[in-house]
């Protein structure tokens, strides 16, 4: 069974470009999980869905991030403008059904804004 | 204001040594923990849990013990080896959510 699946795995980009990063989580699962790394933070959660509403976006740092989910088997999560200190690595995560015991995350999409 | 914390950034043991990570956390109401593993270049990895209704669970090498009235536990590796440097995180699941602790990096040199 494929696991949570993001894209792209690295992208570099220069400041004010448009980010889109994309993920596919566990068939089946319904809940699905923007998480983003840095050194300071930890994992910190941007937004999360559950089937497909999106439930809290509180951890979303500004309006200049975005996220979508149109369907059950796809999430993009956009940055426009990207500056350099969006510069991190975002993941991906899912849970089958409603605040399940294991969450699953994907590799991950690491993003260097110049 | 973290709810879970891992106050120790990093951590470095020998080789067949003990290793023990730690982690607090402040929400009484959390009746569940996990530790994830983070390899460079991958997304962190489910390790092992623990019910707020047991004080101790083991798989192999690997031993979670939660101390309820300190609201603390710990992840225990022994012996460590050298495939266990890794980032580990504490997480617990809240409402429809998780919540992380910062991570730990933990070294085991040869």
């Known amino acids: 069974d494929a696991g949570v699946i993001q894209s792209p795995r690295h992208e570099v980009t220069e400041m004010g470009q448009e980010v889109t990063l994309r993920c596919k989580p566990i068939?089946?699962?319904?809940?699905l999980f923007w998480y983003r790394q840095t050194m300071m933070r930890g994992l910190e959660l941007l937004i999360y869905?559950?089937?497909?509403?999106?439930?809290?976006d509180s951890g979303m740092p500004e309006d200049r991030f975005s996220a979508k989910m149109p369907n059950a088997s796809f999430s993009t999560l956009k940055i426009q403008p990207s500056e350099p200190r969006d510069s991190a690595v975002y993941f991906c995560?899912?849970?089958?059904?409603?605040?399940?015991?294991?969450?699953?995350f994907g590799e991950g999409s690491w993003l260097t804004v110049v | 204001d973290q709810q879970v914390k891992q106050n120790s950034p990093s951590l470095s043991v020998q080789e067949g040594r003990i290793s023990i990570l730690n982690c607090d956390y402040t929400?009484?109401?959390?009746?569940?923990f996990l530790w994830y593993k983070k390899y460079p270049a991958e997304g962190p990895t489910f390790l092992i849990s623990?019910?707020?209704?047991?004080d101790k669970n083991e798989d192999g090498r690997f031993t979670v013990f939660l101390n309820k009235s300190a609201k603390h536990l710990s992840l225990h590796i022994v012996p460590s080896q050298p495939g266990d440097s890794a980032v580990y995180f504490c997480?617990?699941?809240?409402?429809?959510?998780?919540?992380f602790g910062p991570g730990t990096r933990l070294s085991v040199l040869p």
């Open positions: 995560a899912s849970i089958p059904g409603f605040a399940g015991n294991t969450i699953y």
């Open positions: 068939s089946g699962h319904n809940s």
């Open positions: 869905f559950n089937n497909n509403v999106p439930i809290d």
């Open positions: 929400n009484s109401m959390f009746d569940y």
């Open positions: 623990i019910s707020s209704i047991k």
């Open positions: 997480a617990a699941p809240y409402g429809q959510n998780f919540v």
